[in-house]
């Protein structure tokens, strides 16, 4: 079926939310998410932004960078081995401002020997002042990695984009000798097609150490908005409940990658593609799960670093899970220890970035009652599950 809209037919107006923020350090799904800054001067029409009044607006810093990592370090989420992605409420390479408070910030890092991993992500060129700031932290021992997003989207979605431009980030960081995540997010029925997509993996498999896909994120206030570009999301039960949504051409497309780059890995899970990247072991309860199993591309060196964990972990205990519910403020949370199953399910109303955290805290699956209010969007950690539309080619 063709879906495709005009890009005449895209341009509805929408009354704009107000513009809201987010706090400076919170926990999301992966890693600990740290917003100096906030809004963004793009318009890509996907964006969970777009409901908080953050696009098309003039970044704002909210802290200096000394005050960002003193944020950081204080926050209850925080531990010295936990990844960190920065930014994550702007695209940190579209201003010079912007820029420039990265720079500072990435020095500082360094300075005060920040041990944990640092992810940035970005759709826009990386200019030579970010790309020298980003290398320059690397020798003095900031672990840093950086996510390129790119889908093979027209700018009728992704406005203001440059998308031959954002290409040219992936050779340049490789030269640099940056390790590069490629973040295949997300994908509508116009690039969810062989041509499109195929031409996508072929450029970031000589480039980038892996690739995350995920579905398209529909937060419910989006629903209608995102429904003008992708019409069968109206009439789809389900799709704010998924963790992610996908055209059926791109989910089977991803789940067949290796028969076009055998030795090219793909993850469903970014913890994994984050493990593989650190040359770590799953910390998430994802090894030997369905995903892990079935969807994961995953090296053999990297299931192997993963199994020899696995057996050398003592088995969880129930005291442990309850000290880890203590230590949250959740000391009355009944909890389910499922040996079998690998994964502890929380009978409680508890927020995702909570339930992350205790997945850090554990090293194992938490499942949990979502709460309805969460502000944090529908996520695989949380036990939300994929969901695919459409017909194959």
């Not at 529909?218 to 908005?225: K, Q």
């Not at 072991?281 to 670093?305: A, K, T, W, Y």
Request: include cysteine.
């Amino acid at each position: 079926m063709n879906t495709r809209l005009s890009t005449g037919q895209r341009q509805v107006d929408h009354p704009r939310p107000r513009r809201t923020r987010t706090a400076i350090v919170d926990q999301h799904a992966t890693w600990i998410a740290v917003n100096p800054i906030q809004g963004c001067p793009k318009v890509c029409s996907y964006c969970f932004l777009n409901e908080r009044g953050q696009t098309a607006v003039r970044p704002e810093q909210l802290t200096s960078p000394a005050e960002t990592i003193d944020l950081l370090t204080a926050s209850p989420y925080y531990a010295p081995d936990r990844p960190v992605a920065l930014y994550t409420w702007t695209d940190v390479m579209a201003l010079p401002t912007s820029r420039a408070h990265l720079a500072e910030l990435l020095a500082l890092m360094a300075d005060r020997l920040i041990p944990n991993p640092v992810a940035l992500i970005t759709k826009c060129l990386i200019p030579d002042d970010a790309l020298d700031a980003v290398t320059t932290a690397r020798r003095a021992g900031l672990r840093t990695i950086v996510y390129v997003s790119y889908s093979g989207l027209g700018r009728d979605i992704e406005r203001g984009i440059r998308h031959e431009e954002l290409k040219t980030n992936f050779p340049r960081l490789a030269q640099a000798g940056v390790p590069i995540v490629h973040y295949w997010r997300p994908a509508f029925p116009e690039s969810a097609i062989i041509h499109t997509m195929g031409a996508v993996l072929d450029w970031v498999a000589a480039y980038a150490q892996c690739t995350v896909a995920a579905g398209l994120k529909v937060e419910p206030a989006a629903l209608s908005r995102l429904a003008e570009l992708w019409p069968e999301l109206a009439t789809t039960p389900g799709v704010t409940a998924a963790e992610g949504v996908y055209p059926k051409r791109f989910w089977e497309f991803i789940h067949a990658t290796r028969q076009r780059h055998p030795h090219y890995p793909l993850f469903h899970t970014n913890s994994c593609a984050l493990a593989y990247v650190l040359n770590q072991p799953d910390r998430f309860g994802v090894f030997g799960s369905e995903v892990c199993r079935s969807r994961n591309h995953c090296p053999h060196s990297q299931r192997h670093r993963c199994e020899a964990d696995a057996l050398g972990r003592p088995a969880m205990a129930d005291a442990t899970v309850r000290v880890a519910l203590d230590q949250r403020g959740h000391a009355n949370a009944t909890f389910n220890l499922d040996h079998v199953r690998g994964e502890v399910v929380i009978d409680a109303a508890l927020s995702t970035s909570t339930a992350a955290a205790l997945t850090h805290d554990l090293g194992i699956r938490v499942r949990i009652t979502r709460q309805d209010s969460d502000p944090y969007w529908s996520s695989g950690t949380a036990g939300a599950l994929p969901l695919i539309i459409g017909d194959a080619e």
